[in-house]
Nanobody
Framework: QVQLVESGGGLVQPGGSLRLSCEASGSIFRINTMGWYRQAPGKQRELVAVITSVGSTNYADSVRGRFTISRDSAKNAVYLQMNSLKPEDTAVYYC??????????WGQGTQVTVSS
């Protein structure tokens, strides 16, 4: 089992920035992928950004150039720096851990609201 604890969500004005954090604990595989997904009301959960244990990244087209994912493997943590936020970025953001066997776990989610 892997437990994920997220933090850093909140209310921000359009154009503002937020930084999300997620720390994993439990049975952590050395080779893994961690990332962020989001779900807006009435929509399906979608990928935002992921990063592998060797630092390879992938971003949704809608956030590329505005969001940056990073990780601290020593802390089993992943971060999402979100800049130039737009109202359409409003969603619950979920951290995901995926191990080398394919098993995956979700955090509880953190709300991000972009509004003036």
């Amino acid at each position: 089992q892997v437990q994920l604890v997220e933090s850093g969500g909140g209310l921000v004005q359009p154009g503002g920035s937020l930084r999300l954090s997620c720390e994993a604990s439990g049975s952590i595989f050395r080779i893994n992928t961690m990332g962020w997904y989001r779900q807006a009301p009435g929509k399906q959960r979608e990928l935002v950004a992921v990063i592998t244990s060797v630092g390879s990244t992938n971003y949704a087209d809608s956030v590329r150039g505005r969001f940056t994912i990073s990780r601290d493997s020593a802390k089993n943590a992943v971060y999402l720096q979100m800049n130039s936020l737009k109202p359409e970025d409003t969603a619950v953001y979920y951290c995901q851990y995926r191990g080398s066997t394919g098993s995956y776990f979700w955090g509880q989610g953190t709300q991000v609201t972009v509004s003036s």
